[in-house]
Nanobody, 116 residues
């Protein structure tokens, strides 16, 4: 079993920055990837960024150049540095972990609100 605890959401003005952090505990030694998804009101959940255990990163097109994901395999943590935030980044952000067996786990979500 895996537990994910997120922190760092909040309210920020457009153009500002926030940093999200997620710590995984439990059976995490064989995880394959960690990352962040988001869900805006009335929309489906979408991948924001992910980092594979070997270090490869992937980003959703709209956040490339603004967001940076970083993971620490030893600490089982993943952070998302979000710069130049826009109102369309407003959403609930969910930490995600994919274990070695292909099963996905989710955090409880943290609200990010960007005011214009």
């Amino acid at each position: 079993q895996v537990q994910l605890v997120e922190s760092g959401g909040g309210l920020v003005q457009a153009g500002g920055s926030l940093r999200l952090s997620c710590a995984a505990s439990g059976s995490t030694f064989s995880f394959a990837a960690m990352g962040w998804y988001r869900q805006a009101p009335g929309k489906g959940r979408e991948l924001v960024a992910r980092v594979l255990r070997g270090g490869t990163t992937n980003y959703e097109d709209s956040v490339k150049g603004r967001f940076t994901i970083s993971g620490d395999n030893a600490k089982n943590t993943v952070d998302l540095q979000m710069n130049s935030l826009k109102s369309e980044d407003t959403a609930i952000y969910y930490c995600w972990l994919l274990d070695g067996g292909g099963y996905g786990y989710w955090g409880q979500g943290t609200q990010v609100t960007v005011s214009s």
